[in-house]
């Protein structure tokens, strides 16, 4: 199994960039998805949260109003739609699903599946 992130790259403070996030080597049409992210001397967070079938999604305080996460079942992909980005939101940001449960959660432990992070730098 593997988790694909990509359309992470530099942009200034107050643009979007979109990012995406494809699974291979199994299904998880029926599984939470969530994103994540790591900046530098500071634990994983979670950013945004989505169930199965998109209609119950969870989102940081800190990203709220401004990121917006989706799925297409089809394509086996979760995005993450981030506008009116900030220097603070500068980190790794990683794709997880959860291979098991039916809920969104913001725990990173019940998350069972991790790509390798793509990297959001956003410039004063």
């Known amino acids: 199994v593997q988790l694909q992130a990509s359309g992470g790259g530099l942009v200034q403070a107050g643009g979007s960039l979109r990012l995406s996030c494809a699974a291979s080597?199994?299904?998880?049409?029926?599984?939470?998805r969530a994103w994540f992210r790591q900046a530098p001397g500071k634990e994983r967070a979670f950013v945004a949260g989505i169930d199965w079938s998109g209609g119950s999604t969870d989102y940081a305080d800190s990203v709220k109003g401004r990121f917006t996460i989706s799925r297409d079942n089809a394509k086996n992909t979760v995005y993450l739609q981030m506008n009116s980005l900030k220097p603070e939101d500068t980190a790794v940001h990683y794709c997880?699903?959860?291979?098991?449960?039916?809920?969104?959660?913001?725990?990173?432990?019940?998350?069972?599946?991790w790509g390798r992070g793509t990297q959001v730098t956003v410039s004063s």
């Open positions: 997880a699903a959860d291979g098991l449960g039916t809920m969104v959660s913001s725990t990173y432990s019940d998350y069972d599946y």
């Open positions: 080597g199994r299904t998880f049409s029926r599984y939470p």
